[in-house]
Protein backbone atom coordinates (compact mmCIF):
# COMPACT_ATOMS: atom_id res chain seq x y z
CA UNK A 1 0.00 0.00 0.00
CA UNK A 2 1.49 3.51 -0.96
CA UNK A 3 1.08 5.72 2.05
CA UNK A 4 2.51 9.34 1.74
CA UNK A 5 6.19 8.83 2.03
CA UNK A 6 6.25 6.64 -0.96
CA UNK A 7 3.86 8.90 -2.74
CA UNK A 8 6.32 11.93 -1.93
CA UNK A 9 8.84 9.72 -3.20
CA UNK A 10 7.83 8.44 -6.44
CA UNK A 11 6.20 11.76 -7.44
CA UNK A 12 9.61 13.97 -6.79
CA UNK A 13 12.70 11.43 -8.07
CA UNK A 14 10.15 9.39 -10.65
CA UNK A 15 7.77 11.19 -12.28
CA UNK A 16 8.60 15.06 -11.10
CA UNK A 17 6.84 17.73 -9.69
CA UNK A 18 3.82 17.78 -12.13
CA UNK A 19 3.24 14.53 -10.84
CA UNK A 20 3.71 15.34 -7.26
CA UNK A 21 0.61 17.98 -7.82
CA UNK A 22 -1.35 14.99 -9.14
CA UNK A 23 -0.56 12.16 -6.92
CA UNK A 24 -1.44 15.07 -3.99
CA UNK A 25 -4.51 16.18 -5.47
CA UNK A 26 -5.19 12.06 -4.96
CA UNK A 27 -3.93 11.96 -1.15
CA UNK A 28 -5.90 15.65 -0.77
CA UNK A 29 -9.34 14.07 -2.09
CA UNK A 30 -8.22 10.52 -0.58
CA UNK A 31 -6.89 11.83 3.30
CA UNK A 32 -7.93 15.20 3.38
CA UNK A 33 -4.31 16.23 2.93
CA UNK A 34 -4.28 20.10 1.94
CA UNK A 35 -2.42 20.78 -1.16
CA UNK A 36 -1.06 23.99 0.54
CA UNK A 37 0.39 22.50 3.22
CA UNK A 38 2.09 19.72 1.34
CA UNK A 39 3.98 22.91 -0.61
CA UNK A 40 4.35 24.40 2.79
CA UNK A 41 6.94 21.46 3.65
CA UNK A 42 8.68 22.32 0.35
CA UNK A 43 9.08 26.24 1.29
CA UNK A 44 9.40 25.42 5.22
CA UNK A 45 12.47 22.63 4.41
CA UNK A 46 10.39 20.27 6.11
CA UNK A 47 11.80 17.27 3.92
CA UNK A 48 15.81 18.20 3.65
CA UNK A 49 16.18 15.26 1.51
CA UNK A 50 14.54 13.35 -0.89
CA UNK A 51 17.08 10.48 -0.01
CA UNK A 52 16.40 10.71 3.60
CA UNK A 53 13.00 8.96 5.53
CA UNK A 54 10.23 11.87 4.86
CA UNK A 55 8.51 12.15 8.18
CA UNK A 56 5.36 12.98 8.35
CA UNK A 57 4.03 15.64 10.68
CA UNK A 58 0.32 15.22 11.33
CA UNK A 59 0.30 17.77 13.28
CA UNK A 60 1.10 19.99 10.58
CA UNK A 61 -0.71 18.38 7.48
CA UNK A 62 -4.19 17.01 9.32
CA UNK A 63 -4.55 20.28 12.04
CA UNK A 64 -7.61 22.09 10.97
CA UNK A 65 -7.54 25.60 10.11
CA UNK A 66 -7.62 28.39 12.58
CA UNK A 67 -8.40 31.79 12.00
CA UNK A 68 -5.65 34.44 13.44
CA UNK A 69 -6.91 37.75 14.69
CA UNK A 70 -5.71 39.47 11.38
CA UNK A 71 -7.93 37.00 9.75
CA UNK A 72 -10.83 37.45 11.88
CA UNK A 73 -9.92 41.08 11.38
CA UNK A 74 -10.23 40.98 8.06
CA UNK A 75 -13.67 38.85 8.17
CA UNK A 76 -15.31 41.45 10.44
CA UNK A 77 -14.32 43.84 7.55
CA UNK A 78 -15.85 42.16 4.97
CA UNK A 79 -19.02 41.43 7.26
CA UNK A 80 -19.49 45.47 7.51
CA UNK A 81 -18.82 46.07 3.91
CA UNK A 82 -21.66 43.52 3.31
CA UNK A 83 -23.68 44.57 5.81
CA UNK A 84 -22.95 48.54 4.37
CA UNK A 85 -24.03 47.33 0.72
CA UNK A 86 -26.84 45.76 1.82
CA UNK A 87 -28.23 48.99 3.56
CA UNK A 88 -27.25 51.22 0.43
CA UNK A 89 -29.23 48.86 -1.98
CA UNK A 90 -32.20 48.85 0.91
CA UNK A 91 -32.00 52.90 1.03
CA UNK A 92 -31.95 52.92 -2.80
CA UNK A 93 -35.19 50.82 -3.19
CA UNK A 94 -37.08 52.82 -0.37
CA UNK A 95 -35.89 56.07 -2.50
CA UNK A 96 -36.77 54.91 -5.87
CA UNK A 97 -39.92 53.92 -4.50
CA UNK A 98 -40.84 57.44 -3.36
CA UNK A 99 -39.83 58.81 -6.10
CA UNK A 100 -41.64 56.29 -8.60
CA UNK A 101 -45.05 57.76 -6.76
CA UNK A 102 -44.10 61.34 -6.33
CA UNK A 103 -43.70 61.40 -10.56
CA UNK A 104 -45.91 63.00 -12.94
CA UNK A 105 -46.39 62.69 -16.36
CA UNK A 106 -46.47 66.31 -18.28
CA UNK A 107 -48.57 66.74 -21.31
CA UNK A 108 -48.65 70.00 -23.06
CA UNK A 109 -50.44 70.69 -25.90
CA UNK A 110 -50.38 73.85 -27.98
CA UNK A 111 -53.44 74.45 -29.90
CA UNK A 112 -53.85 74.31 -33.52
CA UNK A 113 -54.19 78.04 -34.76
CA UNK A 114 -55.27 79.73 -37.75
CA UNK A 115 -52.45 82.72 -39.61
CA UNK A 116 -52.68 84.16 -42.59
CA UNK A 117 -49.29 84.99 -44.49
CA UNK A 118 -49.56 86.46 -48.19
CA UNK A 119 -48.28 85.09 -51.12
CA UNK A 120 -45.00 84.30 -52.00
CA UNK A 121 -43.75 86.53 -55.20
CA UNK A 122 -44.44 84.10 -57.64
CA UNK A 123 -48.25 83.20 -56.26
CA UNK A 124 -48.89 87.19 -56.45
CA UNK A 125 -47.74 87.44 -60.22
CA UNK A 126 -50.10 84.66 -61.22
CA UNK A 127 -52.95 86.09 -59.76
CA UNK A 128 -52.24 89.31 -60.74
CA UNK A 129 -51.99 88.04 -64.33
CA UNK A 130 -55.08 86.45 -64.09
CA UNK A 131 -56.79 89.51 -62.53
CA UNK A 132 -57.47 87.55 -59.11
CA UNK A 133 -56.27 89.87 -56.68
CA UNK A 134 -56.90 93.39 -58.24
CA UNK A 135 -52.85 94.46 -57.72
CA UNK A 136 -53.64 93.44 -54.24
CA UNK A 137 -51.11 91.23 -52.58
CA UNK A 138 -53.29 87.83 -51.83
CA UNK A 139 -53.42 86.92 -48.52
CA UNK A 140 -53.51 82.67 -47.81
CA UNK A 141 -54.76 81.22 -44.71
CA UNK A 142 -53.10 78.13 -43.18
CA UNK A 143 -53.61 76.30 -40.02
CA UNK A 144 -50.92 75.44 -37.57
CA UNK A 145 -50.75 71.52 -36.31
CA UNK A 146 -51.23 71.22 -32.81
CA UNK A 147 -47.91 70.96 -30.56
CA UNK A 148 -47.34 68.45 -27.79
CA UNK A 149 -44.76 68.10 -25.29
CA UNK A 150 -44.26 65.90 -22.73
CA UNK A 151 -42.01 65.87 -19.92
CA UNK A 152 -42.19 65.15 -16.37
CA UNK A 153 -43.04 66.80 -12.60
CA UNK A 154 -42.60 65.71 -8.70
CA UNK A 155 -45.66 66.29 -6.81
CA UNK A 156 -44.17 68.21 -3.45
CA UNK A 157 -47.53 68.73 -1.67
CA UNK A 158 -50.03 66.88 -0.54
CA UNK A 159 -52.63 68.89 -2.46
CA UNK A 160 -51.23 68.56 -5.55
CA UNK A 161 -48.54 71.37 -5.90
CA UNK A 162 -46.35 69.98 -9.07
CA UNK A 163 -42.74 71.43 -10.08
CA UNK A 164 -41.61 70.78 -13.23
CA UNK A 165 -39.60 72.61 -16.27
CA UNK A 166 -40.74 75.81 -17.25
CA UNK A 167 -39.54 74.48 -21.64
CA UNK A 168 -41.76 71.69 -20.86
CA UNK A 169 -45.32 73.84 -20.08
CA UNK A 170 -44.17 77.12 -22.06
CA UNK A 171 -46.77 78.63 -24.47
CA UNK A 172 -49.11 75.53 -23.34
CA UNK A 173 -52.85 76.20 -23.91
CA UNK A 174 -53.47 72.91 -21.90
CA UNK A 175 -51.72 70.78 -19.71
CA UNK A 176 -52.13 67.09 -18.84
CA UNK A 177 -51.01 65.04 -15.43
CA UNK A 178 -50.81 61.58 -15.21
CA UNK A 179 -49.68 60.52 -11.50
CA UNK A 180 -47.83 57.11 -10.59
CA UNK A 181 -51.83 55.81 -9.90
CA UNK A 182 -52.49 56.01 -13.53
CA UNK A 183 -55.07 59.31 -12.81
CA UNK A 184 -55.74 62.14 -15.33
CA UNK A 185 -55.75 65.75 -14.08
CA UNK A 186 -55.76 69.18 -15.69
CA UNK A 187 -53.18 70.99 -14.77
CA UNK A 188 -53.38 74.67 -13.92
CA UNK A 189 -50.46 77.09 -14.12
CA UNK A 190 -48.98 78.85 -11.09
CA UNK A 191 -46.31 80.71 -12.12
CA UNK A 192 -43.44 80.11 -13.62
CA UNK A 193 -39.57 81.57 -14.14
CA UNK A 194 -37.66 80.87 -16.77
CA UNK A 195 -34.43 81.92 -15.37
CA UNK A 196 -34.24 79.50 -13.65
CA UNK A 197 -36.23 76.67 -15.56
CA UNK A 198 -38.98 76.19 -12.83
CA UNK A 199 -42.92 76.15 -13.46
CA UNK A 200 -45.11 75.41 -10.62
CA UNK A 201 -48.56 73.61 -11.34
CA UNK A 202 -51.42 72.56 -8.91
CA UNK A 203 -53.90 69.73 -9.70
CA UNK A 204 -57.33 69.66 -7.43
CA UNK A 205 -56.83 66.50 -4.89
CA UNK A 206 -55.40 65.70 -1.71
CA UNK A 207 -53.50 63.21 0.29
CA UNK A 208 -51.12 62.57 -2.91
CA UNK A 209 -48.08 60.87 -2.71
CA UNK A 210 -45.13 63.47 -2.44
CA UNK A 211 -41.47 64.24 -1.94
CA UNK A 212 -39.66 67.58 0.47
CA UNK A 213 -37.33 69.18 -1.07
CA UNK A 214 -33.77 68.62 0.92
CA UNK A 215 -30.41 70.44 1.60
CA UNK A 216 -28.15 70.66 -1.85
CA UNK A 217 -25.93 72.32 -0.02
CA UNK A 218 -25.39 69.09 2.20
CA UNK A 219 -24.73 67.19 -1.09
CA UNK A 220 -20.96 66.04 -1.87
CA UNK A 221 -19.50 65.22 -4.82
CA UNK A 222 -19.28 61.38 -5.42
CA UNK A 223 -22.60 60.85 -3.15
CA UNK A 224 -24.71 58.24 -4.74
CA UNK A 225 -28.22 60.13 -6.05
CA UNK A 226 -31.01 58.76 -8.41
CA UNK A 227 -33.00 60.19 -10.95
CA UNK A 228 -36.34 59.77 -12.17
CA UNK A 229 -38.04 60.72 -15.13
CA UNK A 230 -40.11 59.65 -18.11
CA UNK A 231 -37.16 58.55 -20.06
CA UNK A 232 -37.78 58.88 -24.35
CA UNK A 233 -41.66 59.92 -23.16
CA UNK A 234 -42.83 56.18 -23.03
CA UNK A 235 -40.07 54.73 -20.54
CA UNK A 236 -42.56 55.60 -17.69
CA UNK A 237 -41.02 56.00 -14.09
CA UNK A 238 -38.06 55.32 -15.35
CA UNK A 239 -35.05 55.50 -12.55
CA UNK A 240 -31.15 55.42 -13.18
CA UNK A 241 -28.60 56.00 -10.21
CA UNK A 242 -25.47 57.66 -10.02
CA UNK A 243 -23.17 60.12 -8.04
CA UNK A 244 -22.87 63.22 -8.00
CA UNK A 245 -20.41 64.27 -10.27
CA UNK A 246 -19.40 67.91 -9.38
CA UNK A 247 -21.17 70.87 -7.97
CA UNK A 248 -22.27 74.56 -8.76
CA UNK A 249 -21.52 73.83 -12.85
CA UNK A 250 -22.31 76.83 -14.84
CA UNK A 251 -24.40 75.03 -17.68
CA UNK A 252 -24.64 78.99 -19.34
CA UNK A 253 -22.49 78.63 -22.38
CA UNK A 254 -24.55 75.37 -23.50
CA UNK A 255 -27.77 77.02 -22.87
CA UNK A 256 -27.86 81.04 -23.06
CA UNK A 257 -31.76 80.99 -22.12
CA UNK A 258 -31.00 80.16 -18.77
CA UNK A 259 -29.17 82.67 -16.72
CA UNK A 260 -29.18 80.28 -13.76
CA UNK A 261 -24.83 79.23 -13.51
CA UNK A 262 -24.86 76.94 -10.68
CA UNK A 263 -26.03 73.38 -11.72
CA UNK A 264 -26.02 69.56 -9.80
CA UNK A 265 -23.68 67.32 -12.37
CA UNK A 266 -24.93 63.85 -12.27
CA UNK A 267 -23.75 60.71 -14.28
CA UNK A 268 -27.43 59.55 -13.68
CA UNK A 269 -28.60 58.78 -17.44
CA UNK A 270 -30.98 60.88 -18.27
CA UNK A 271 -32.90 61.38 -21.95
CA UNK A 272 -35.31 63.86 -23.49
CA UNK A 273 -38.98 63.51 -21.25
CA UNK A 274 -36.82 63.32 -18.09
CA UNK A 275 -36.89 67.28 -17.87
CA UNK A 276 -38.56 68.02 -14.87
CA UNK A 277 -37.86 65.18 -13.17
CA UNK A 278 -36.53 64.30 -9.49
CA UNK A 279 -33.02 63.96 -8.52
CA UNK A 280 -32.93 62.19 -4.63
CA UNK A 281 -30.41 61.15 -2.31
CA UNK A 282 -30.75 57.82 -0.81
CA UNK A 283 -33.49 59.29 1.85
CA UNK A 284 -35.61 60.15 -0.46
CA UNK A 285 -35.17 63.88 -0.05
CA UNK A 286 -35.51 65.91 -3.15
CA UNK A 287 -32.39 67.53 -4.08
CA UNK A 288 -33.02 69.07 -6.93
CA UNK A 289 -35.03 69.10 -10.17
CA UNK A 290 -33.28 67.59 -14.04
CA UNK A 291 -33.40 70.32 -16.58
CA UNK A 292 -31.08 68.93 -19.19
CA UNK A 293 -28.34 66.92 -20.66
CA UNK A 294 -25.02 67.71 -22.31
CA UNK A 295 -26.14 68.79 -25.93
CA UNK A 296 -25.31 66.10 -28.22
CA UNK A 297 -26.10 66.34 -32.38
CA UNK A 298 -28.38 63.12 -31.50
CA UNK A 299 -29.66 64.88 -28.25
CA UNK A 300 -28.65 61.47 -26.38
CA UNK A 301 -27.35 61.35 -22.93
CA UNK A 302 -23.69 61.41 -23.35
CA UNK A 303 -22.95 60.47 -19.99
CA UNK A 304 -23.36 64.16 -17.70
CA UNK A 305 -26.96 65.25 -16.76
CA UNK A 306 -27.73 68.69 -14.86
CA UNK A 307 -30.46 69.80 -12.13
CA UNK A 308 -31.26 72.97 -10.28
CA UNK A 309 -30.37 72.68 -6.62
CA UNK A 310 -33.26 71.87 -4.25
CA UNK A 311 -32.40 75.10 -2.40
CA UNK A 312 -32.74 77.28 -5.43
CA UNK A 313 -36.21 75.37 -6.62
CA UNK A 314 -37.37 75.92 -3.35
CA UNK A 315 -37.11 79.53 -3.27
CA UNK A 316 -39.00 80.26 -6.76
CA UNK A 317 -40.76 77.97 -5.77
CA UNK A 318 -41.96 79.51 -2.33
CA UNK A 319 -41.98 83.41 -4.02
CA UNK A 320 -44.54 82.14 -7.00
CA UNK A 321 -46.53 80.88 -4.70
CA UNK A 322 -46.78 83.56 -2.16
CA UNK A 323 -45.61 86.48 -4.37
CA UNK A 324 -46.42 85.46 -8.07
CA UNK A 325 -43.31 85.83 -9.47
CA UNK A 326 -39.30 85.67 -7.98
CA UNK A 327 -37.79 88.01 -5.50
CA UNK A 328 -34.41 88.67 -6.50
CA UNK A 329 -31.77 91.03 -4.37
CA UNK A 330 -30.06 93.75 -5.66
CA UNK A 331 -26.66 93.83 -4.11
CA UNK A 332 -25.02 96.29 -7.03
CA UNK A 333 -21.89 94.21 -7.73
CA UNK A 334 -22.45 94.50 -11.32
CA UNK A 335 -19.95 92.40 -12.78
CA UNK A 336 -17.77 89.39 -11.63
CA UNK A 337 -16.10 86.08 -12.84
CA UNK A 338 -13.90 83.31 -11.96
CA UNK A 339 -10.57 83.17 -10.37
CA UNK A 340 -7.44 81.64 -12.67
CA UNK A 341 -3.95 81.89 -12.92
CA UNK A 342 -3.97 84.97 -14.98
CA UNK A 343 -6.48 87.00 -13.12
CA UNK A 344 -4.54 86.42 -10.54
CA UNK A 345 -1.14 87.97 -11.78
CA UNK A 346 -2.80 90.40 -13.67
CA UNK A 347 -4.95 91.94 -11.07
CA UNK A 348 -1.89 90.68 -8.12
CA UNK A 349 -4.56 88.74 -6.12
CA UNK A 350 -3.67 86.34 -3.25
CA UNK A 351 -6.40 84.27 -3.79
CA UNK A 352 -7.39 81.57 -6.47
CA UNK A 353 -10.84 80.23 -5.07
CA UNK A 354 -13.77 82.59 -5.07
CA UNK A 355 -15.40 85.38 -6.62
CA UNK A 356 -13.75 88.14 -8.53
CA UNK A 357 -16.03 91.96 -8.09
CA UNK A 358 -15.37 93.69 -11.54
CA UNK A 359 -17.48 96.41 -10.57
CA UNK A 360 -19.68 98.10 -8.55
CA UNK A 361 -22.42 100.09 -9.40
CA UNK A 362 -22.23 103.49 -7.84
CA UNK A 363 -24.21 104.28 -4.41
CA UNK A 364 -25.15 100.54 -4.56
CA UNK A 365 -25.75 98.46 -1.32
CA UNK A 366 -22.39 97.24 -1.66
CA UNK A 367 -20.55 100.50 -2.59
CA UNK A 368 -22.43 101.81 0.41
CA UNK A 369 -20.87 98.96 2.23
CA UNK A 370 -17.26 99.52 1.16
CA UNK A 371 -16.91 96.80 -1.48
CA UNK A 372 -14.39 97.45 -4.23
CA UNK A 373 -14.06 96.39 -8.08
CA UNK A 374 -11.01 93.70 -7.74
CA UNK A 375 -11.90 92.68 -4.18
CA UNK A 376 -12.18 88.49 -4.10
CA UNK A 377 -15.36 87.69 -2.36
CA UNK A 378 -14.65 84.27 -0.75
CA UNK A 379 -17.80 83.66 1.69
CA UNK A 380 -21.50 84.54 1.57
CA UNK A 381 -23.44 84.30 5.07
CA UNK A 382 -20.30 82.12 6.21
CA UNK A 383 -20.63 79.50 3.40
CA UNK A 384 -17.47 79.18 1.20
CA UNK A 385 -17.33 80.70 -2.41
CA UNK A 386 -14.94 78.87 -4.50
CA UNK A 387 -15.95 80.32 -7.83
CA UNK A 388 -19.02 82.50 -9.65
CA UNK A 389 -21.72 80.10 -9.83
CA UNK A 390 -21.41 79.58 -6.48
CA UNK A 391 -21.62 83.02 -5.06
CA UNK A 392 -25.20 83.49 -7.87
CA UNK A 393 -26.39 80.21 -6.27
CA UNK A 394 -26.39 81.55 -2.86
CA UNK A 395 -27.15 85.15 -3.77
CA UNK A 396 -30.04 83.99 -5.16
CA UNK A 397 -30.94 81.85 -1.91
CA UNK A 398 -30.84 85.27 0.03
CA UNK A 399 -34.68 87.37 0.39
CA UNK A 400 -34.73 90.61 0.03
CA UNK A 401 -34.57 93.11 2.67
CA UNK A 402 -32.48 89.82 5.02
CA UNK A 403 -29.11 90.80 6.26
CA UNK A 404 -26.32 89.42 4.18
CA UNK A 405 -22.70 88.70 5.35
CA UNK A 406 -20.46 89.14 2.64
CA UNK A 407 -16.70 88.21 3.28
CA UNK A 408 -13.94 89.87 1.48
CA UNK A 409 -10.18 89.13 0.40
CA UNK A 410 -8.83 92.79 -0.70
CA UNK A 411 -5.14 92.15 -1.72
CA UNK A 412 -4.32 89.57 1.38
CA UNK A 413 -6.36 91.26 3.89
CA UNK A 414 -10.05 89.58 5.25
CA UNK A 415 -12.62 92.12 5.77
CA UNK A 416 -16.41 91.51 6.46
CA UNK A 417 -19.51 93.51 5.56
CA UNK A 418 -22.96 93.04 6.46
CA UNK A 419 -25.38 94.57 4.14
CA UNK A 420 -29.20 94.73 3.56
CA UNK A 421 -30.15 94.00 0.32
CA UNK A 422 -33.11 94.85 -1.17
CA UNK A 423 -35.72 94.41 -4.54
CA UNK A 424 -35.88 96.51 -6.90
CA UNK A 425 -39.00 98.80 -5.72
CA UNK A 426 -37.82 100.58 -8.92
CA UNK A 427 -38.69 100.27 -12.61
CA UNK A 428 -35.84 101.11 -14.54
CA UNK A 429 -36.57 103.43 -17.74
CA UNK A 430 -34.30 105.16 -19.61
CA UNK A 431 -35.60 107.33 -23.16
CA UNK A 432 -33.61 107.30 -25.65
CA UNK A 433 -33.88 109.25 -29.02
CA UNK A 434 -35.71 106.32 -30.44
CA UNK A 435 -36.12 103.76 -28.05
CA UNK A 436 -37.49 103.20 -24.65
CA UNK A 437 -35.59 101.07 -22.36
CA UNK A 438 -38.11 99.60 -19.33
CA UNK A 439 -36.45 97.08 -17.03
CA UNK A 440 -35.24 94.95 -19.72
CA UNK A 441 -36.78 95.31 -22.69
CA UNK A 442 -36.58 98.29 -25.59
CA UNK A 443 -39.22 99.58 -27.01
CA UNK A 444 -39.66 101.28 -30.36
CA UNK A 445 -42.13 102.67 -33.08
CA UNK A 446 -42.61 100.27 -35.51
CA UNK A 447 -41.01 101.04 -39.28
CA UNK A 448 -43.14 101.59 -42.03
CA UNK A 449 -43.94 98.52 -43.94
CA UNK A 450 -44.88 97.28 -40.76
CA UNK A 451 -47.34 100.06 -39.98
CA UNK A 452 -49.24 99.67 -43.13
CA UNK A 453 -49.68 95.86 -42.39
CA UNK A 454 -51.28 96.77 -39.31
CA UNK A 455 -53.65 99.50 -41.10
CA UNK A 456 -54.74 96.73 -43.59
CA UNK A 457 -55.42 94.36 -40.82
CA UNK A 458 -56.83 97.52 -38.97
CA UNK A 459 -55.32 97.58 -36.13
CA UNK A 460 -54.54 100.58 -34.55
CA UNK A 461 -50.51 100.31 -33.08
CA UNK A 462 -47.52 101.93 -33.67
CA UNK A 463 -45.15 100.79 -30.76
CA UNK A 464 -44.03 97.02 -30.73
CA UNK A 465 -41.24 95.10 -28.30
CA UNK A 466 -38.00 95.32 -30.35
CA UNK A 467 -35.48 93.06 -28.04
CA UNK A 468 -35.75 91.88 -24.59
CA UNK A 469 -32.50 91.33 -22.68
CA UNK A 470 -33.44 90.10 -19.27
CA UNK A 471 -36.36 88.92 -16.60
CA UNK A 472 -39.11 89.54 -16.45
CA UNK A 473 -40.01 90.06 -19.94
CA UNK A 474 -37.32 87.23 -21.21
CA UNK A 475 -39.17 83.98 -21.45
CA UNK A 476 -42.67 85.58 -21.79
CA UNK A 477 -42.90 87.88 -24.40
CA UNK A 478 -41.00 87.75 -27.98
CA UNK A 479 -38.95 90.01 -29.76
CA UNK A 480 -41.28 91.58 -32.62
CA UNK A 481 -45.07 92.05 -29.94
CA UNK A 482 -46.62 95.08 -31.12
CA UNK A 483 -48.51 96.51 -28.36
CA UNK A 484 -52.01 97.43 -28.73
CA UNK A 485 -52.94 98.22 -25.08
CA UNK A 486 -50.92 98.61 -21.56
CA UNK A 487 -53.64 98.31 -18.84
CA UNK A 488 -56.70 98.60 -21.50
CA UNK A 489 -55.33 101.93 -22.54
CA UNK A 490 -54.30 102.48 -26.19
CA UNK A 491 -51.12 102.77 -26.82
CA UNK A 492 -50.28 105.67 -29.41
CA UNK A 493 -46.50 106.24 -28.75
CA UNK A 494 -43.56 105.67 -26.64
CA UNK A 495 -44.20 108.34 -24.12
CA UNK A 496 -47.31 106.98 -23.48
CA UNK A 497 -45.64 103.70 -22.29
CA UNK A 498 -43.03 105.18 -20.26
CA UNK A 499 -45.94 107.34 -18.34
CA UNK A 500 -47.80 104.16 -17.75
CA UNK A 501 -45.17 102.11 -16.39
CA UNK A 502 -43.89 104.84 -14.21
CA UNK A 503 -46.46 105.32 -12.28
CA UNK A 504 -47.20 102.17 -11.02
CA UNK A 505 -45.59 99.37 -9.69
CA UNK A 506 -47.39 95.31 -9.78
CA UNK A 507 -49.28 93.71 -12.64
CA UNK A 508 -49.52 95.28 -16.16
CA UNK A 509 -51.50 93.82 -18.61
CA UNK A 510 -50.53 94.04 -22.23
CA UNK A 511 -52.36 92.91 -25.62
CA UNK A 512 -50.85 93.11 -28.91
CA UNK A 513 -50.34 90.95 -31.82
CA UNK A 514 -47.46 89.46 -33.08
CA UNK A 515 -46.11 90.61 -36.86
CA UNK A 516 -46.47 87.34 -38.48
CA UNK A 517 -49.97 86.59 -37.18
CA UNK A 518 -52.00 90.00 -36.78
CA UNK A 519 -55.27 87.94 -36.87
CA UNK A 520 -54.14 86.34 -33.38
CA UNK A 521 -54.40 88.62 -30.50
CA UNK A 522 -52.37 87.54 -27.14
CA UNK A 523 -52.64 89.15 -23.57
CA UNK A 524 -49.78 89.10 -21.37
CA UNK A 525 -49.48 89.97 -17.88
CA UNK A 526 -46.30 90.84 -16.35
CA UNK A 527 -45.09 92.20 -12.47
CA UNK A 528 -42.63 95.32 -13.11
CA UNK A 529 -41.44 96.44 -9.29
CA UNK A 530 -42.59 95.28 -5.98
Known sequence: MFNRKHILILSILGFGIPTYVLFARFVTR?????LSSIKELFNNNKIDNVNENISYQPDLLDKPNEKTSEDLKSTDQISQVNESQCDCEKRCIYSSKRAVESLAFVTSTI??????????????????????????RFKREYKTQPVIGKGSGVVISP?????TN??????????????????????????????TDIALLKIEDKDLPYLTFGDSDSLEVGQTVISVGNALSFLNSTVTKGIVSAKARDFHKYNESLSISSFIQTDAAMNSGCSG??????NANLMGINVAITPTQTNSFMGY??????NIARKVVSD??????VQRIVLGIKNYCDIDDEIVKK?????YKGCLVLDVVKDSVADKAGIKKNDVITALNDQPIESAARFYELALQCPPESLVKITIDRFGTTKEFTVKPQAPNYIPIKKNKDSLMVNGAMFKLVDSKLKKKLEEANINACVQIADIFDTPWKGIFKKGYVVISINDIEITSLDQVQDIISKKRGVFTFDGVYPDNLDNKICYAIRLGR
Open 347 to 351: NKLKQ
Open 111 to 136: NSKTIQREADPFEDLFERFFGFSQGQ
Open 305 to 310: SYAVPS
Open 277 to 282: GGLLDL
Open 30 to 34: KDGLK
Open 159 to 163: DGYIV
Open 320 to 325: IKQYGY
Open 166 to 195: NHVIDQADKIEIILSNNRKYEAKLVGTDPN
